[in-house]
């Protein structure tokens, strides 16, 4: 895709003619990676005892996601952390008791498919997993759809400035200067997902969890200067 050139008009200056065109370009990709954050959070009257239930229900979440393919490097741990719940007197008669721990182990799962997102959301849950703190798409080739982009907005430019030439009575001459603008490139697009979303009331998954990622856009624009060659008269 591309979208429109602009054509600009250069004040009066000394010199040869010019004319100065700009171009962009637009390609759509598909994204290609997906990053996932998964998490397990378990309660107990001790400290020991919540982090005990949330390692065991953690490391079955683990092999699960490992059991869908996915490699031990593509899985790291996001954050930890034991925190006391404290109950407190409403009258302020009496000194806050501490009645249990809160214990919260996140992974961050990086997929090299997209396809894997929705089957390894799936096994997580089904291993124990109660949190799914967000979701996001990217792409790993955005660098070769920038230089297809970048291509497509020279060709535009340049294909105004023939037709800018020719409609001014001469042509287009060589090429004096080209400049890149900035680019779009396409940028994690995330999704967020409250913890017990995809369970019903009994706690078991009926339906794999739907996942679409869409496509993402990279643009690129140019800004080429060219002489202008004037018609010779009869």
């Known amino acids: 895709v591309v979208s429109h050139g602009v054509l600009s008009q250069e004040p009066v200056r000394s010199g040869p003619p010019t004319v100065v065109t700009t171009g962009q370009g637009e390609v759509r990709v598909a994204p290609d990676r997906a990053t996932v954050s998964i998490g397990v959070q378990t309660r107990a009257v001790s400290a020991a005892d919540a982090s005990a239930e949330n390692s065991r229900k953690q490391r079955q979440v683990i092999e699960a996601i490992r059991a869908k393919g996915v490699e031990a490097d593509q899985i790291s741990t996001a954050g930890f952390s034991v925190q006391p719940e404290t109950q407190y007197d409403r009258q302020a008669q009496a000194a806050p008791v501490t009645t249990g721990y809160l214990v919260s ?3 961050t799962v990086d997929l090299r498919r997209t396809d894997l997102v929705g089957p390894v959301i799936d096994a997580a849950l089904s ?3 109660n949190q799914v703190r967000s979701l996001s798409f990217s792409v790993s080739n955005a660098d070769s759809a920038r230089r297809v982009a970048l291509a497509m907005a020279v060709a535009r430019a340049k294909g105004d400035a023939e037709t800018a030439a020719r409609a001014a009575g001469g042509s287009l001459g060589p090429l004096i200067e080209l400049q890149a603008g900035s680019f ?7 999704m967020y997902a409250p913890a017990q979303v995809y369970f019903e009331a009994t706690g078991v998954q009926e339906e794999t969890v739907p996942v679409e ?3 993402q856009t990279v643009r690129a624009s140019v800004t080429v200067r060219w002489q202008y060659r004037v018609a010779s008269r009869p």
């Open 105 to 107: 182990n996140q992974v």
């Open 127 to 129: 291993s124990g997993a």
């Open 184 to 190: 779009e490139m396409p940028v994690p697009r995330a």
């Open 213 to 215: 990622p869409g496509v």
